[in-house]
Each structure stands twice: as structure tokens, then as C-alpha cells.
């Protein structure tokens, strides 16, 4: 077998897989324009077709051609069969070469003076729709493995270093950390890096999933791979072509589609059994056709026949073709696969652990709420103020003050003599007045009164603007809820799947987060090193724990959790203790995963109902169950209904898709 029942080709493998290819397409034709006159010679075929020709040693020219279509057709399973005796593992290639060397050598012997009738015309049909088979199988090999070849294809041939003012063409392997490359619009990304001149949009999404494109300017990282749109940059390279981002993503993703889960394991096992069936059927059909007083040939063919139809390609073929699609499929939205037993397991879990409310909310503050409490002040007035004080600041809250200005198009003033309150705000000259922006503990402490009816949210953050002593407003800030996530939860509910908020956040917070979203429970204020704790006693209650982290601080409740989801870890691949690493911090990713974990392992059990139930039917037709009703199956027929089988289990690995 073109796989010998190992998982799909490591890119490495490529150029000899296409080779492959070729040979098995090249054999295929040589051994039909051979079968023509093979079956024209045959007697059989020229009773069915009512004609009768005869020529001196047409035997003989029989002979020829059979042993030209036996060595040549034949030589990929003949080879496969040595190995197998070799290694002391018959397995395909044994029961393929054992069938055709049999139907030839006693073909043979039928022409040297054997009494009974040869059937070439079987062998060549045989061999030929073999290599047919074969063909199309390494065929959907390669085409589950292309979403990985795209990967590989994203990383451009060439980059432009500069060298002062110049820049010089160079090989994109040759690339060392500090050096400087300019991307040009349209081009993509040569290496990962930091701009360090001019701005672009990048789309990131054959590597991230996230199909809008991301604004990248001074001081932004950027990943290898991604395609530049109209602006161009300069940009500095962090770190040589092997340890980009592009290839841990496809050295994963390659390593993943060779490692063996349970269910890879589990069809490797029924494949060789069926092999051993195929063997022991093959021979007893022999027998007793042989026995019961039938021709040689007759109890040959059935023999033949046997081992052809239960040769177990297509369950060799049914996880790993799964297995192929599903792991570069996943990389190419952002879902890498590290561990495949964690992945085909997905669909046994019963409770989703959301770690960070950075993973449920976007992790900055937004403006909730501006009141204006000043006669002649306004919502854009208090929001400029604030802004003014706020533009000099780092903080987050001071962040969502200042984009909320800009999303009011408020031109912002300058400040003079400003200061920072250390724990209560921030006070400076505006326009010749003193403002402040202050927490409610600083009115607390300097007996201010709190304005009437004013109520902060449990999620909310309060900050008070104060004009030259009198109280103008309050500005309510929150960290804003993804609009993903609801719809994420829903679905989980949708799939009897309990979401969970784990949180180093006060209980206010994390309850107002989970009421809104609709989850079952929160548990907050949580220190790092609790979260192992709480995951535990989840487990001890019996549920099936996928957890959700950054895969830092988190990595002993990954690790203890039955799934450990590294997620929003950009570029930092190795995320050691996960099984799984979402490059995004969308939650409905997460959602996206555990669909997608439950489709691939359906599949796999789809193909290997199929591969193994067709032989049920097929093995007792195949040695002449129903001879005596009129049904029998012929070797060709044999080897086309195998065919047909591999092309069905090929099929269906390809219609995979991740819904999302």
C-alpha cells in the first residue's frame, strides 16, 4: 500500500510522494494498452463476445504479455511484499502480491501443459485496476496534505535586505535576527519582526484565521507569511526562517498528522486482523472449493478473489486521511493541534473553564456611561477634559477615555502642570482651569458629595472629572464583553456543554461578566496557583474539564485539565503543557474547536464502519457463498469494489469543514 498504513506524508516527503504519483500513472497506462490484446487473446472473453480466433503459440504471446503486465504492473505490490516477509509483517502488499503471483504462476503452469484454464485476463484486470486504485489513493493523500503545502508556500523565496540606503536581494533561509528587510504593497512578510518605519493593513489570516486585516504600524510585531496590503515598511527581523512562527506552525501541524491516536491505533489493530481473515478465508475457500471436486482454476480464483477484496485499504486509509485534512485545515484557522488524542477526545467534554476574562471580554476598558452634572457642560465636554488629563497616561482606563474622544471627534486640549495622584488620579491646568480626574475614593476621603441617584455598575469602573474644585461629571468605564462570546456560550449550552468563569477578578465583576453572557457559574478571585484546585475538584465531580489559559501563568491547570487550551498565544507556539493553542483569543474559537474535534472524530468512525462493513458483505460473495444462487464475484470485480471502497473513505475525509 502507497501509505503502508502510516499517517499522511511529512513535507519533506513531497517531491517523492509526487514521484509516486507518476510511476503508479505511467504503470497504469503501460498495463492497459497490455490488457487490450491480453483480453482479446483469452478464451474466456472471446466465448462471451461470440468470436474465435486462433494463431500458432498464441499461448505463448499470452504468456508474454501477462509476465510483462505481472513484473512491470506488478512490481510495486511484488516489492511490498518482500518487505513485508522481511519485517515479518504481511500486511497489504503481502495479500495484493500473494493474489497475482499465484494467478500467474498457475496461469503458467496451465500453458506449460497444466490441465484447467488460465486466467490472465483476471490477472491483468486485476493488476490494472490496482494501480488505478493506488493511484487515486496517494492522489487524496496529497490532496488532504495540501492545506499544509499552502502553509509552507506562504514563507516567500526571497526578501529585501537593506544595507544602508540599498537594498540587495537575498534568500529568505538567509535571514538572521537585527536584520533590516523592507516589504513592499502586495508582497508577503519574509520573516517574522517589528516595524520600525511605515505602516500597512497585513492579512493574517491563512495564519491566524482572522480573516479582517490587521493595521500594523511602528512598533508592531508582525508574523512570517502574512501578505502585505497597499502600504510598505521597513521592519526588523527577531529571528531566522526555522524558528518563525510559519514553520512551528508547520512542524506541528506535520508532526500531529504522524502522531497516533486511540483511533488511529485502534484502526491500525483491525487492519491487521483483517488481514489475517483475508488470509485464512482466502485459504479455506481454496479448499474447499478444491475439495468438493471443482476445477483448480474455479478454487483459485476464489482464492484470489478473497484476498484481493479484503485487502484493507481503505480502513489503512480512514484515519489518516482524517487525521491529514483535520490538522492543516485547523492551522489555517488558527486552531493548532499539538496533541491529537486531546483533540479526538474534544467531544467528551462537558465543561469549558474560560481562564481569562480577557478570553470573554477584550481585556481593555470602554467607556460605558458619560453624565455631565456641570450647568453648560455636555457628554463631548467632560469626555475633553478627561481626555486632556488622560492623553499623557498609560493606563487602561486612560486608554478608553482618550479612544472614546476620538470615536466623539473631540479636538483634545493641551495640559499644562500636569500631575499623577498615585492610586486616585491624575490633576492638571486646562484652558487656565484646574481639573482633576479622580477614583470615588478620593471624593470619599475629601468629603465631596457623591451626586444624586449615582449608582456604578458591578463591572464598572467610576472616574469623576472635578472643574476648579466643582464636580462636572463621571465617566464609567468596563472591560467590554467580545460580542463573540454570547453567541459562544449559547452555542455550548446548545451542545450540553457547561461554561465556567475562572477569574483572579473581584466576584462583582466576574458575576456581572457571567449573568450577562448567560454561563453557569463563575469562581473568582482566584489566584494562579488555585486554579489547579478548582479544576481538580471539577474533575472529582466527574466532568470532562477542557480549560482555557494563556499558557504561562496557567500551565499546572493546563496541564491538570483533561484538555488544556492555550489561547491568545500569538506567535509563542510552545505553549509546552497545552494540547491544543488557539493563535486568537476568540472564544468562538474555542466553540469552533471542540465542533470541529466532534466532526473529525465522526468521520474517522464513519470510514471505519465503512471500511470494515463492506467486507462483511463483500468477503462471502468474494468465496462463492452465493455461488450456487448465481453470484460471484470475479477477481476484477474484487479488485474494483476495493477501489471503489478507498475512493468512498477518501471522499468523505475530504468533505471535513470547520463550521465557525
Known amino acids: 500500500m502507497a501509505m503502508n498504513g502510516n499517517a499522511p506524508m511529512g513535507m519533506d516527503e513531497h517531491d517523492h510522494h509526487q514521484m509516486m504519483i507518476a510511476d503508479f500513472r505511467r504503470r497504469f497506462y503501460v498495463v492497459l494498452a497490455l490488457t487490450i490484446p491480453i483480453m482479446a487473446l483469452s478464451p474466456m472473453i472471446q466465448h462471451f463476445l461470440g468470436v474465435h480466433w486462433t494463431f500458432p503459440f498464441g499461448g505463448y504471446v499470452l504468456l508474454g504479455l501477462s509476465t510483462a503486465v505481472y513484473f512491470y504492473g506488478g512490481w510495486p505490490f511484488l516489492k511490498g511484499l518482500v518487505t513485508e516477509v522481511k519485517t515479518k ?16 504462476v498457475y496461469s503458467a503452469a496451465v ?10 485476463w483476471e490477472l491483468a484486470t486485476l493488476i490494472l485496476i490496482m494501480l488505478l486504485g493506488h493511484w487515486i489513493e496517494m ?8 492545506d499544509l503545502e499552502l502553509l509552507v508556500q506562504l514563507m516567500p523565496a526571497e526578501a529585501h535586505l537593506m544595507a544602508g540606503d540599498r537594498t540587495q536581494e537575498v534568500k529568505t533561509d538567509s535571514l538572521k535576527e537585527k536584520d533590516i528587510i523592507l516589504v513592499k504593497p502586495g508582497e508577503k512578510v519574509a520573516a517574522d519582526g517589528v516595524i520600525l518605519e511605515g505602516e500597512s493593513y497585513l492579512n493574517e489570516s491563512l495564519l491566524t484565521g482572522e480573516s479582517k486585516p490587521v493595521k500594523k504600524m511602528k512598533g508592531d510585531k508582525v508574523i512570517a507569511g502574512s501578505v502585505n496590503g497597499n502600504g510598505s515598511f521597513k521592519m526588523s527581523v527577531s529571528h531566522g526562517a526555522k524558528d518563525s512562527y510559519l514553520a512551528q506552525v508547520v512542524k506541528l501541524v506535520d508532526d500531529a498528522q504522524k502522531s497516533k491516536s486511540k483511533t488511529q491505533l485502534l484502526a491500525d489493530t483491525a487492519a491487521k486482523w483483517l488481514t489475517v481473515i483475508a488470509m485464512v478465508a482466502g485459504l479455506s475457500a481454496f479448499l474447499y472449493w478444491d475439495l468438493s471436486g471443482y476445477s483448480l482454476s474455479f478454487a483459485m480464483a476464489r482464492m484470489v478473489t478473497v484476498m484481493v477484496i479484503c485487502c484493507p485499504h481503505a480502513l489503512g486509509l480512514a484515519v489518516p486521511l482524517v487525521v491529514a485534512r483535520s490538522t492543516a485545515l485547523s492551522a489555517k484557522h488558527g486552531l493548532l493541534i499539538k496533541n491529537r488524542t486531546a483533540f479526538e477526545n474534544s467531544r467528551k467534554i462537558t465543561v469549558v473553564v474560560f481562564d481569562k476574562t480577557g478570553t470573554l471580554t477584550l481585556g481593555k476598558f470602554g467607556v460605558a456611561k458619560v ?8 457628554e463631548k465636554g467632560v469626555v475633553r477634559l478627561a481626555a486632556a488629563l488622560e492623553q499623557r497616561s498609560e493606563h487602561p482606563i486612560a486608554t478608553g477615555i482618550v479612544e472614546k474622544a476620538k470615536e466623539l471627534v473631540v479636538a483634545v486640549p493641551a495640559v499644562e502642570n500636569f500631575t499623577a495622584m498615585t492610586g486616585k488620579g491624575v490633576e492638571g491646568t486646562v484652558e487656565g482651569k484646574k481639573i482633576m480626574v479622580v477614583s470615588p475614593g478620593y471624593l470619599a476621603e475629601n468629603k465631596l ?42 452555542t455550548l449550552k446548545e451542545n450540553h456543554i457547561k461554561s465556567i468563569l475562572l477569574t483572579g477578578d473581584n ?8 449573568d450577562t453572557l448567560g454561563m453557569n457559574s463563575y469562581i473568582a478571585e482566584v489566584l494562579p496557583q488555585q486554579k489547579l484546585e478548582k479544576i481538580k475538584e471539577l474533575q472529582g ?8 489559559g494563556d499558557g504561562v501563568n496557567d500551565a499546572p491547570a493546563l496541564a491538570q485539565a483533561d484538555i488544556g487550551i492555550a489561547v491568545g498565544s500569538g506567535s509563542e507556539v510552545a505553549a509546552e503543557t497545552a494540547g491544543i493553542v488557539l493563535v486568537n483569543s476568540n472564544p468562538k474559537d474555542i466553540v469552533s474547536l471542540i465542533l470541529f474535534g466532534k466532526a473529525t472524530y465522526r468521520k474517522m468512525i464513519q470510514n471505519l464502519i465503512w471500511a470494515t462493513g463492506y467486507n462483511v458483505i463483500a468477503l462471502p460473495l468474494a468465496a462463492g457463498v452465493l455461488y ?32 465557525g
Open 541 to 548: 465531580k466527574g466532568e470532562f474539564v477542557a480549560m482555557t
Open 111 to 120: 500453458v506449460f501443459g497444466l490441465k484447467g484454464e488460465d486466467f490472465f
Open 371 to 378: 453624565v455631565a452634572l456641570q450647568k453648560g457642560m455636555d
Open 628 to 659: 450456487k444462487q448465481g453470484i460471484l464475484l470475479s477477481p476484477a470485480a474484487g479488485a474494483g469494489l476495493m477501489t471503489v471502497s478507498t475512493i468512498v473513505v477518501a471522499i468523505n475525509a475530504g468533505l471535513l469543514k470547520i463550521k
Open 507 to 514: 466576584s462583582k465583576v466576574a458575576k456581572s461578566v457571567s
Open 449 to 490: 458629595a457623591v451626586p444624586e441617584g449615582f449608582r456604578a455598575g458591578d463591572a464598572e469602573t467610576v472616574v469623576f472629572v472635578i472643574t476648579d474644585g466643582v464636580l462636572s461629571g463621571y465617566i464609567a468605564l468596563s472591560d467590554t464583553i467580545r460580542p463573540e462570546s454570547a453567541d459562544a456560550v449559547k
Open 89 to 104: 509483517a504481511p500486511w497489504m502488499m503481502f495479500l495484493i502480491g500473494f493474489a497475482i503471483t499465484v494467478a500467474y
Open 139 to 146: 492522489k487524496s493523500i496529497a490532496g488532504a496534505s495540501k
